[in-house]
């Protein structure tokens, strides 16, 4: 309340989502989009949408043009759903890192552009934001700032995952020849990051064991070199609601990145209570909590033993994994960052 009994005006915050307009992974769209809607829809921040005019280069949109917008428009500050941001303007700033893949070996999103801003955007940014504890103490040794300074803001489920009638996901089974297959899945598996190499040595381990022989379902552009028989099936760009069907069909799904920022697919599974084999000690190790299997990502016999747990799974055990899931909502998300703004501009 201000004085007086009045109510305080909302905060007036600029969103930089430009990876809405402009290529970008899909978890940080589907990110950038549910965070922003639950901010709207809360009202408690009047949220400016701000991306670059085509044509424009995404740096001198951020350096040169959007202190302008910001003083023009009286924004209080602006929020960046990526790490740059920027670094002119009255205005308070808070950064958004996703990963740092390159402390683990991961050269996917490691370029010299990604490492200067989180080296010395925490420095300059008043807040910075991840979403897991992991993703935060890659960014406290990398960048050399205090735990005072960065927000952990877990990312959210969205809606359009989870269970669904009987029967509905036949028509994309059907189409994806996966009506009589046993399957697992690797979700984005075309990018090297994702290990699909690992997903499928290790479904051929358990195989050679004398277990279920699995089919790999690989989703996502292929950018990879992987074996294309052996039990893979590469499906390609999948709608959300084709992914979903997939998900909840699968007997699990492989999330084994050495480096992830979130692990959205940890979710997206959990909320069908489909087991999910996490690669150990990782951001989505974190996620899964309890309820994940973890493995270690390099070893194909480990990756063959998480397997084999989880084709033991039972219902109760897939109730966990659901509970779990829907503990990630949007609206906890926004209201974790409107938490932040307020006490940044106390």
Same mark, same amino acid.
């Given at each position: 309340m201000g004085t007086g009994g009045r109510v305080a005006p909302p905060m007036r915050l600029g969103f930089d989502v430009s990876p809405l307009h402009r290529p970008h992974p899909r978890g940080v769209v589907r990110v950038v989009a549910g965070l922003v809607d639950a901010l709207e829809s809360r009202g408690r921040i009047e949220v400016v949408r701000l991306s670059p005019e085509s044509g424009l280069s995404s740096? &001198?949109?951020r350096q040169v043009e959007l202190p302008r917008i910001e003083a023009r428009l009286g924004l209080d500050g602006i929020h960046s759903m990526l790490s740059a941001f920027p670094l002119r303007g009255a205005g308070r700033r808070v950064q958004t890192i996703h990963e740092l893949p390159w402390l683990h070996g991961v050269t996917?999103?490691? #370029?010299?552009?990604?490492? *200067?801003w989180a080296h010395i955007g925490p420095r300059r940014a008043d807040r910075v934001v991840t979403a897991t504890e992991a993703t935060a &103490?890659?960014?406290?040794m990398y960048s050399g700032i205090g735990p005072e300074r960065i927000r952990v803001v877990p990312w959210g489920l969205d809606p359009c995952f989870g269970p669904s009638a009987s029967g509905a996901d036949e028509p994309v089974l059907a189409r994806f020849d996966l009506?009589?297959?046993?399957?697992?899945?690797?979700?984005?598996? #075309? &990018?090297?990051k994702k290990r699909a190499d690992t997903a499928i040595a290790g479904a051929v381990a358990l195989a050679r064991r004398g277990g279920a022989r699995l089919t790999v379902v690989i989703t996502g552009a292929v950018e990879v070199s992987v074996a294309r028989d052996g039990g893979a099936r590469f499906v390609g760009e999948v709608t959300d609601a084709e992914l979903a069907a997939l998900y909840r069909s699968a007997a699990a799904v492989l999330v *084994?990145?050495?480096?992830?920022g979130f692990g959205l697919p940890v979710l997206e599974a959990g909320a069908a209570g489909t087991p999910v084999v996490v690669a150990r000690g990782t951001a989505q190790a974190e996620v899964a909590g309890m309820t994940g299997i973890p493995v270690d990502p390099d070893d194909s016999e480990s990756v063959a033993d998480g397997l084999v747990r989880a084709l033991a799974s039972n219902a109760s055990e897939a109730e966990r994994r659901r509970a779990r899931a829907a503990e990630f909502t949007w609206d906890r998300a926004a209201s974790l960052v409107e938490s932040m703004w307020s006490e940044i501009l106390a």
């Amino acid at each position: 309340m201000g004085t007086g009994g009045r109510v305080a005006p909302p905060m007036r915050l600029g969103f930089d989502v430009s990876p809405l307009h402009r290529p970008h992974p899909r978890g940080v769209v589907r990110v950038v989009a549910g965070l922003v809607d639950a901010l709207e829809s809360r009202g408690r921040i009047e949220v400016v949408r701000l991306s670059p005019e085509s044509g424009l280069s995404s740096p &001198r949109w951020r350096q040169v043009e959007l202190p302008r917008i910001e003083a023009r428009l009286g924004l209080d500050g602006i929020h960046s759903m990526l790490s740059a941001f920027p670094l002119r303007g009255a205005g308070r700033r808070v950064q958004t890192i996703h990963e740092l893949p390159w402390l683990h070996g991961v050269t996917e999103n490691a #370029g010299w552009r990604h490492r *200067l801003w989180a080296h010395i955007g925490p420095r300059r940014a008043d807040r910075v934001v991840t979403a897991t504890e992991a993703t935060a &103490r890659d960014v406290r040794m990398y960048s050399g700032i205090g735990p005072e300074r960065i927000r952990v803001v877990p990312w959210g489920l969205d809606p359009c995952f989870g269970p669904s009638a009987s029967g509905a996901d036949e028509p994309v089974l059907a189409r994806f020849d996966l009506r009589e297959r046993a399957f697992v899945m690797c979700a984005g598996g #075309g &990018r090297t990051k994702k290990r699909a190499d690992t997903a499928i040595a290790g479904a051929v381990a358990l195989a050679r064991r004398g277990g279920a022989r699995l089919t790999v379902v690989i989703t996502g552009a292929v950018e990879v070199s992987v074996a294309r028989d052996g039990g893979a099936r590469f499906v390609g760009e999948v709608t959300d609601a084709e992914l979903a069907a997939l998900y909840r069909s699968a007997a699990a799904v492989l999330v *084994l990145a050495r480096s992830e920022g979130f692990g959205l697919p940890v979710l997206e599974a959990g909320a069908a209570g489909t087991p999910v084999v996490v690669a150990r000690g990782t951001a989505q190790a974190e996620v899964a909590g309890m309820t994940g299997i973890p493995v270690d990502p390099d070893d194909s016999e480990s990756v063959a033993d998480g397997l084999v747990r989880a084709l033991a799974s039972n219902a109760s055990e897939a109730e966990r994994r659901r509970a779990r899931a829907a503990e990630f909502t949007w609206d906890r998300a926004a209201s974790l960052v409107e938490s932040m703004w307020s006490e940044i501009l106390a």
